[in-house]
């Protein structure tokens, strides 16, 4: 192996998107980078030198002078890589890009996506927050340089749910979007099924943005009426939030969503020591015992625009076979893919290093690659009329008028959606159920 330095470009923080609450996606840019970071500065068959760039640089005038004489460019900054694609293609750079992809049909990524197609190169790959997600877009793409790659888990602090003390039940937590894409809905059934089942429920916690205040109302009447307490703490910030979840004895995170990918909250209750009951969807497929996941089912198709979130399918809480509630959680052996590992890292980068000397075609979307429990196409054809590096001008425009200080930026809900939907790029996004309609019996 060679020791020529590698020099590698990464985006730093501090990510802030200028809200209470962090995005699951943005958090993980965070984390990237802090694992980028300690795992380069340890000991390596080829030497690394790292250089910070800044998410601006994508506003700059000249954004390509940061980005000469780079080997590679980990592109921890969501859906924005695909402007790092074009300015690589336009002023012809010699950099290799790992883009991540922390979401399914989102119009960002989907945007990404179709840039992507056209500009990318031997070396390039992306990372996914799940098996499971990489399994789907990896149909979507194409047979590709896809990896698994999301340092999320660091230390579990316990592995058993603590015996109740007489007089008193567990103490359950949702904390996401509180959503009908999320399972807000669902909740009450959850409980009513693990209650019949003799799991001793005695409240509930709730943590998030409240997007569907009738759902949420619906299900506080729903509880007090079988005497369970609710507590609503409202958005509250990261650390905030997981302080609430170390304080309750099981999550749940029964989510449908179409922007869903990896499921942060089951990898974080994890670390926490939490059990999980979680919809069979993302990483809760990779990492939790089967008992622990909840069936989902759906039609013949799910569609909807990739600007919002809808649900791709419904959990079949009747048809759920509910573990004892002292059971075994969590497939340890499974979280390992999901531990931040320093040696994985620098073996991803010697990879994306060494192809960068191999002729490998770019995949291209729309072709059949691994089999995928759901099957995702995104309808651009009425895109296809301007090339990728027109949309992009176009909605770098709209960036420059929109965005409002450095946070706006980074706020993946904000000045990229908005920019995107004025710029007039919004497909449709369709799944399907890959032979089954119930996901559980499509094998990993």
């Known amino acids: ?31 990237v980078e802090r694992a980028v970071k300690r795992s380069l500065k340890e000991g390596t068959p080829r030497p690394f030198h790292i250089v910070e760039l800044d998410i601006s640089l994508f506003l700059s005038d000249d954004p390509e002078r940061e980005l000469r004489g780079l080997d590679i460019v980990f592109a921890n900054c969501g859906p924005l890589a695909a402007f790092l694609l074009d300015i690589r293609a336009r002023n012809n750079l010699d950099f290799s890009i790992v883009r991540e992809v922390h979401t399914l049909g989102w119009v960002g990524y989907a945007f990404q996506e179709f840039v992507a197609a056209a500009f990318q190169r031997p070396g390039d790959l992306c990372t996914y927050p799940s098996v499971f997600s990489k399994q789907v877009w990896q149909d979507f793409r194409g047979p590709g340089a896809d990896v698994l790659y999301c ?23 949702f904390f996401s979007r509180l959503s009908v894409d999320k399972g807000l809905g669902r909740v009450a059934a959850i409980l009513a099924r693990l209650r019949e089942a003799g799991w001793p429920v005695a409240s509930l916690d709730l943590c998030g943005t409240c997007v569907d205040a009738d759902v949420l109302e619906a299900l506080e009447r729903e509880l007090r009426s079988r ?51 979680a919809s069979d969807y993302c990483a809760a497929r990779d990492v939790l015992a089967d008992p622990f996941r909840i069936p989902v089912s759906m039609g013949e198709v799910a569609t909807g625009a990739t600007d919002e979130p809808f649900n791709i399918g419904d959990i079949a809480v009747g048809d759920w076979e509910v573990p004892h509630w002292q059971d075994e959680n969590f497939h340890v052996e499974n979280c390992e893919r999901y531990r931040f590992d320093p040696a994985a890292l620098r073996r991803l980068m010697d990879d994306v290093a060494a192809a960068r000397q191999e002729s490998r075609p770019a995949p291209q979307p729309g072709g059949n690659g691994v089999p995928a429990p759901l099957r995702m196409t995104i309808d651009w054809d009425a895109y296809r009329s301007q090339s990728p590096s027109a949309w992009c001008d176009t909605v770098r425009a709209h960036m420059l008028r929109d965005v409002n200080g450095r ?34 019996k499509v094998a990993i």
Request: glycine share 12%.
């Open 151 to 173: 340092p999320t888990l660091w230390q579990r602090r316990r592995e058993r749910l603590p015996v109740p003390r007489a007089g008193e039940g567990l103490r359950f937590g």
């Open 227 to 277: 005497r369970l307490a609710i507590t609503y703490h409202g958005e509250l910030p990261h650390r905030r939030t997981l302080e609430v979840m170390a304080s309750v004895d099981v999550v749940l995170f029964p989510t449908t969503s179409s922007f869903e990918a990896g499921g942060r909250v089951v990898l974080e209750a994890y670390n926490l020591g939490k059990t999980v009951i």
């Open 1 to 31: 192996m060679t020791t020529d330095k590698i020099v590698l470009g990464i985006f730093s923080g501090p990510w802030n998107s200028g809200h209470v609450a962090r995005d699951g996606a943005v958090l993980c840019f965070s984390d």
């Open 407 to 440: 946070a706006d930026l980074i706020d993946l809900g904000g000045a990229m959606k908005r920019s995107l939907l004025r710029a007039g790029f919004g497909p449709t996004v369709v799944f399907e159920a890959n032979g089954t309609a119930n996901l559980r």
